[in-house]
């Protein structure tokens, strides 16, 4: 559905220059909650802009549905803009109009519909968001969450096919950003758009992402479904990612356990392995015991999964092979 | 018995009156102008300057450097140079018409400069916001930059009457009509420090009155 091909872009700053994007591929499916992330200074902030063209790239194409965005005159390009719903870190609501003007604002510069129309479409807004008490507050009124929730509601206001998401829970508390990410998944799921999301935590993407790509330096370094970056990262910028978020089985400790611990090895479980009891079914089958020595388990989106360092006195190969049969991937921390 | 300090007897109130009325007209007339004209000049001040919607350094260079030079123009200056160009626009160089357009050419630019400061106050993330829903520079300027700085536009406005205000005063100079004119005729070169007393009092209500009914509509403007 979307895909930006070669992308390129450099800033002119204190007359050095400054690259902001280099080379970036990148294919984001119809439907799917897609994941950008990268520590502050990465490029993802400018990265999501040039989906809507808010940040013109220097080369590359921008392809929106297989329309050449970077080709568009100004019309095109606000006709493009209207079906792309954008939600901010700061929320960015205007001021001097009430939750529900707020959100007609949109409406009114679309000026599609009439004004029965618009405030039919405020209404079932509102209710979506869980906003209808709020209708005729002000911003200032509002916490961080509801200001959110009105950002939101006005990104779905035209009924966009995609929704650009710039730290959207960035500016609030972890349980407010637990709410705030239920329902960008519940509105991904009920009215089937794309979201594009960037933030710098790991969290985010674990919860409600299911793809990423992480952006390092101004490039993609890697990308792919969330369960295979977030427990199998290649990249050293993925990896310190992962390892900050503390919810993957990382080896931080190998120095402290080698001595006497046996031989080190990552289980991985995802999806149905989680619920079988498979460590103890294979310390029978070798007949040898198996340590538990570090591990996390939890959901990655709705998926399950759990990930171990185990010490092992036997052979390493037999296990692995006995893991394997039983859907679980194990490596060996030695090799 | 002493001789009393003032003698109100001397004075004439229904002048004053007159001289009150002229100036209420000549800032009612300048004001107008004022905004009609340094309004779009502030907001286009503001659209050239960096980083803005239609950023353009030698354009807001250019017309930065217009309004300094203006502004750094005494007013006193300003009254006598425009006298040519005064006359064409209005038929005559004294008077309450006469003293028009020098105010408002002297007004404009220092309000366009407030409304530039003004519009810079609005967070560029609701410019952005806008944007990305779509919006012409037209609606972002009319719809979100205008409403939004609405209460710092209505300060700038306040500002700039006051500043009038004490313009029109100066307008006496030729002959301008109004307290200042009143001022300057009767209590300067007459001797008649009662008028001048009365003047000054006249002006400071004026004022006073310009600034809290500027104070009440930003307040009610407000929504932070």
Same mark, same amino acid.
């Given at each position: 559905?979307?895909?930006?091909?070669?992308?390129?872009?450099?800033?002119?700053?204190?007359?050095?220059?400054?690259?902001?994007?280099?080379?970036?591929?990148?294919?984001?499916?119809?439907?799917?909650?897609?994941?950008?992330?990268?520590?502050?200074?990465?490029?993802?902030?400018?990265?999501?802009?040039?989906?809507?063209?808010?940040?013109?790239?220097?080369?590359?194409?921008?392809?929106?549905?297989?329309?050449?965005?970077?080709?568009?005159?100004?019309?095109?390009?606000?006709?493009?803009?209207?079906?792309?719903?954008?939600?901010?870190?700061?929320?960015?609501?205007?001021?001097?109009?009430?939750?529900?003007?707020?959100?007609?604002?949109?409406?009114?510069?679309?000026?599609?519909?009439?004004?029965?129309?618009?405030?039919?479409?405020?209404?079932?807004?509102?209710?979506?968001?869980?906003?209808?008490?709020?209708?005729?507050?002000?911003?200032?009124?509002?916490?961080?969450?509801?200001?959110?929730?009105?950002?939101?509601?006005?990104?779905?206001?035209?009924?966009?096919?995609?929704?650009?998401?710039?730290?959207?829970?960035?500016?609030?508390?972890?349980?407010?950003?637990?709410?705030?990410?239920?329902?960008?998944?519940?509105?991904?799921?009920?009215?089937?758009?794309?979201?594009?999301?960037?933030?710098?935590?790991?969290?985010?993407?674990?919860?409600?992402?299911?793809?990423?790509?992480?952006?390092?330096?101004?490039?993609?370094?890697?990308? @792919?479904?969330?369960? #295979? &970056?977030?427990?199998?990262?290649?990249?050293? %910028? /993925? =990896?310190?990612?992962?390892? *900050? $978020?503390?919810?993957?089985?990382?080896?931080?400790?190998?120095?402290?356990?080698?001595?006497?611990?046996?031989?080190?090895?990552?289980?991985?479980?995802?999806d149905a392995a989680t619920y079988e009891?498979?460590?103890?079914?294979?310390?029978?089958?070798?007949?040898?015991?198996?340590?538990?020595?570090?591990?996390?388990?939890?959901?990655?989106?709705?998926?399950?999964?759990?990930?171990?360092?185990? @010490?092992?006195?036997? #052979? &390493?190969?037999?296990?692995?092979?006995?893991? %394997? /049969? =039983?859907?679980?991937?194990? *490596? $060996?921390?030695?090799? | 018995m002493s001789a009393p300090l003032f003698d109100w007897s001397l004075i004439d109130w229904a002048d004053i009156g007159i001289a009150t009325l002229d100036t209420l007209t000549m800032l009612g007339a300048s004001l107008t102008f004022t905004v009609l004209l340094g309004l779009p000049l502030g907001v286009l001040l503001y659209l050239l300057g960096p980083r803005r919607l239609l950023a353009n350094k030698p354009a807001y260079a250019t017309l930065s450097f217009v309004i300094n030079a203006l502004r750094s123009m005494p007013f006193v200056i300003l009254l006598i140079v425009l006298i040519p160009v005064t006359v064409k626009l209005v038929g005559t160089s004294i008077g309450v018409a006469g003293a028009i357009p020098p105010l408002v050419v002297g007004a404009a630019p220092f309000f366009a400069r407030l409304v530039e400061s003004a519009l810079r106050e609005v967070d560029l993330g609701i410019v952005e916001a806008t944007q990305a829903m779509g919006a012409t520079t037209w609606q972002i300027v009319s719809r979100a930059l205008l409403p939004e700085a609405l209460p710092g536009l209505l300060a700038a406005t306040t500002v700039t009457a006051v500043t009038l205000v004490s313009y029109t005063a100066m307008s006496g100079v030729i002959g301008g009509g109004g307290l200042g004119d009143l001022a300057i005729r009767y209590g300067y070169q007459r001797f008649q420090t009662e008028v001048m007393v009365i003047t000054v009092l006249a002006l400071l209500a004026v004022v006073q009155i310009l600034q809290m009914a500027g104070d009440w509509l930003v307040r009610r403007a407000t929504r932070k």
């Open positions: 559905m979307i895909a930006l091909h070669h992308i390129n872009k450099t800033y002119q700053f204190d007359g050095r220059q400054v690259t902001a994007l280099q080379d970036i591929q990148l294919q984001i499916p119809a439907g799917q909650v897609f994941g950008i992330i990268g520590r502050s200074g990465a490029g993802k902030s400018t990265l999501l802009r040039t989906l809507n063209l808010l940040e013109r790239p220097d080369q590359g194409r921008v392809l929106i549905d297989g329309i050449d965005a970077t080709a568009l005159d100004q019309a095109g390009l606000r006709a493009l803009r209207r079906q792309i719903g954008m939600v901010f870190q700061h929320f960015n609501l205007l001021a001097h109009r009430t939750v529900a003007a707020n959100i007609r604002f949109a409406l009114e510069l679309a000026g599609e519909l009439d004004a029965p129309a618009m405030a039919a479409r405020v209404t079932e807004l509102l209710a979506l968001v869980g906003l209808t008490e709020q209708a005729k507050q002000y911003p200032a009124q509002l916490s961080g969450g509801q200001k959110q929730r009105v950002g939101i509601a006005r990104a779905l206001a035209n009924q966009p096919k995609l929704l650009l998401c710039d730290e959207a829970t960035s500016a609030l508390d972890p349980q407010t950003t637990q709410a705030i990410l239920q329902l960008l998944l519940d509105i991904n799921q009920r009215l089937g758009l794309t979201i594009v999301l960037i933030t710098h935590e790991m969290a985010v993407v674990r919860a409600i992402c299911d793809r990423v790509a992480v952006i390092d330096g101004g490039s993609i370094v890697e990308q @792919g479904t969330v369960a #295979d &970056v977030f427990l199998h990262p290649q990249h050293a %910028a /993925s =990896r310190n990612m992962v390892a *900050e $978020d503390g919810h993957a089985a990382v080896l931080d400790l190998a120095g402290k356990l080698h001595t006497g611990a046996g031989k080190l090895l990552r289980l991985t479980f995802v009891p498979v460590i103890a079914e294979v310390g029978q089958q070798l007949a040898s015991p198996i340590n538990i020595l570090q591990g996390s388990v939890g959901r990655i989106k709705d998926r399950p999964y759990g990930q171990l360092i185990v @010490g092992l006195q036997g #052979d &390493v190969s037999a296990a692995q092979a006995a893991f %394997a /049969s =039983r859907g679980v991937r194990c *490596e $060996d921390l030695a090799a | -």
